[in-house]
C-alpha cells in the first residue's frame, strides 16, 4: 500500500510466517507482530484480508505499550509477548480469550475461573493444539510500535483488533461475548 512505513510493509509482506512452536526466535526487542490464520479456520467476516503464504492477516499486536502519558515506558518485547500469545492462557492473552470464544462450540471450550484467573482450563492445551495447526506469526523490530500498528489499523482489516474497531457489527459482538463470558465464568466460580 502506498504511504506506509518500512515496518508497516514488513508486516503486511513478510519474508516468512514463523510456526506457533517457534515463538521462541521472535527478538527481545520492541516491535510489532502479525498473528495469520488459515482462511476459513475461523468465522469471521467475509472480507479481504492481507495475505501470505495461504494464511489471512487477523490480528495485529504490539510490544512495549506505548508509553503512558507520563512517559513510564513498558519493558515488554515482542518475544514474550508472542509467548503470552502462543502458550500461556487466556487470562494472560487478549487473542486466545478471543479466539477460545469463537472456536468453543468447535473445540468444546468452557471459560471459568482457574485459581482466580480466568481461562480455558484444560481446553487451553487444546486451543493450543488448533493455534500450532491453523496459525501463523511474523514481526518487525521497531522503536515505536504503537504508530506502526495505528497505520496498520487504518490501512487493513484485521477483525480481531476489537478495541480499535468498536464501530464494526462483528467487534461489538465479540466484544460483548467476551464480556458475557467471563462474568459467566465469574458468577460460577462464586
Do not use: C
Request: net charge positive.
Amino acid at each position: 500500500m502506498p504511504g506506509l512505513s518500512f515496518s508497516a510493509e514488513r508486516i503486511l509482506n513478510p519474508r516468512e510466517l514463523t510456526r506457533v512452536f517457534d515463538v521462541g526466535t521472535a527478538p527481545k526487542e520492541g516491535g510489532i507482530y502479525a498473528w495469520w490464520f488459515t482462511p476459513g479456520a475461523l468465522r469471521v467476516p467475509a472480507r479481504e484480508y492481507a495475505t501470505t503464504d495461504g494464511f489471512d492477516l487477523l490480528y495485529t499486536g504490539i510490544s512495549p505499550r506505548k508509553p503512558t502519558a507520563a512517559g513510564k515506558a513498558s519493558t515488554g518485547n515482542v518475544r514474550s509477548r508472542l509467548r503470552s500469545h502462543a502458550k500461556r492462557d487466556a487470562s494472560w492473552s487478549t487473542l486466545r480469550l478471543s479466539l477460545g470464544i469463537l472456536l468453543a462450540d468447535d473445540l468444546g471450550l468452557t471459560l471459568a475461573l482457574h485459581a482466580g484467573r480466568v481461562h480455558w482450563g484444560t481446553g487451553e492445551a487444546v486451543l493450543t493444539g488448533w493455534m500450532q495447526r491453523h496459525a501463523r506469526v511474523s514481526w518487525v523490530r521497531d522503536p515505536a510500535p504503537w504508530i506502526v500498528e495505528d497505520e496498520l489499523l487504518a490501512a487493513s482489516n484485521v477483525p480481531l483488533n476489537i478495541d480499535q474497531h468498536l464501530h464494526d457489527p462483528f467487534s461489538r459482538e465479540l466484544t460483548q461475548r467476551r464480556i458475557d463470558a467471563k462474568a459467566a465464568a465469574r458468577s460460577e466460580g462464586l
